[in-house]
């Protein structure tokens, strides 16, 4: 139990680390939006391949898989209108009139991201015995941009470096919790509901992307956005590739 919160508050990790780069330096929005866009494409092979395939290879031919789907996205999205209606959405771009009444509806947005994420990789670790690399890389490094958008935001309406980092910390904590919760509560369901959890992450995830971290990408980072996407696929994907082959040898 105690190593699947580790290898959770791994993935977290990088809200941290994100933060302490955006604390210290400042960074273009054309590199937040590369750092973005390689995200995005991490995640996108992680949806493909970790969530959506393996929760419909444990649906077993049932409605789960695609329930748990249109489940995940549809909380997602209302969720996030709610959350729009604080202003939400902002936090990510930096705006500093929004002050730090925009920070209970910024955690909530996080958290709402992180959780079925960290879930899935508790539920991966209970499965296979070892933690999900892809999963793992594609958690951490699509947090960064978010990280280091925020802390953008939260600096410019006068966050002191230290209170920033402290935010960021109990964030990837409650986040890194959640992993428990999918190693030792989630893990005793049966394998259909298993599923259903797994492709509600996926559905939340893809919604998120289409919705926030890909336009976002495009409008910092243009044509560039593309291309790195790509590369942050091509990487996610060849460490599932590298993974699926060392379990066969």
């Not at 930096?94 to 925009?102: C, D, E, R, V, Y």
């Amino acid at each position: 139990m105690f190593i699947s919160f580790l290898w959770g508050l791994l993935a977290t990790s990088s809200l941290v680390i994100g933060g302490i780069i955006a604390s210290r330096f400042s960074l273009g929005k054309r590199t937040v939006g590369i750092i973005m866009a390689f995200g995005a494409g991490t995640l996108i092979s992680a949806v493909s391949y970790e969530l959506i395939y393996e929760a419909v290879k444990l649906s077993r031919g049932s409605l789960y898989a695609m329930f748990g789907f249109f489940t995940g996205a549809f909380t997602y999205y209302f969720s996030d209108r709610f959350l729009e209606n604080f202003g939400s959405r902002d936090h990510k771009k930096g705006k500093a009139s929004q002050q730090s009444n925009l920070v209970v509806p910024m955690i909530l947005a996080i958290i709402l991201d992180g959780i079925p994420e960290s879930i899935v990789i508790g539920l991966g670790i209970f499965e296979g015995g070892a933690v999900s690399v892809a999963m793992l890389v594609a958690v951490f490094i699509s947090n960064m941009p978010e990280a280091i958008a925020g802390t953008t935001g939260m600096k410019a309406s006068g966050w002191k470096n230290g209170k920033i980092i402290m935010l960021w910390l109990f964030i990837a904590v409650i986040c890194a919790l959640s992993t428990i919760a999918g190693f030792s509560f989630f893990s005793g369901l049966s394998v259909l509901w298993i599923a259903f959890i797994e492709a509600f992450a996926g559905g939340a995830i893809l919604i998120m992307l289409a919705n926030s971290m890909i336009p976002e990408s495009y409008e910092h980072a243009g044509k560039l956005a593309g291309i790195f996407t790509i590369f942050g696929f091509f990487i996610s994907f060849s460490i599932v590739i590298f993974e699926t082959v060392g379990k066969h040898i």
